[in-house]
């Protein structure tokens, strides 16, 4: 998957923030370490971020948006398995 540029500084150096409990545990903290997603909790609610920036720590985008929450596959647009086997 591609990462957005970050809004506030425009690096590309940003990940998608992970909630909820891993399945892999130990896949999904070498992610962690190597920056490839943010550990954003298990705890969600309407103003949860989707992104954040490695560089300036910037967090932006909204789980859950009664716009787009149809449209937006959270479990399709971050697939753990999928990134660790690339
Ligand atoms: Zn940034």
């Not at 500084?9 to 892999?24: E, F, L, Q, V």
């Not at 300036?56 to 753990?80: A, E, K, M, P, V």
Request: with cysteine; charged share 25%.
């Amino acid at each position: 998957m591609t990462a957005p540029i970050c809004p506030e500084c425009s690096s590309s150096h940003t990940c998608p923030i992970a909630y909820g409990y891993p399945g892999d545990e130990e896949e999904y903290l070498k992610l962690v370490a190597e920056k490839k997603i943010c550990p954003g909790g298990c705890v969600t609610d309407d103003n949860s971020p989707v992104w954040y920036c490695n560089d300036c720590s910037h967090t932006w985008g909204r789980l859950r948006n009664s716009d787009n929450i149809d449209s937006f596959d959270y479990d399709q647009g971050f697939n753990i398995e999928e990134t660790f086997d690339q």
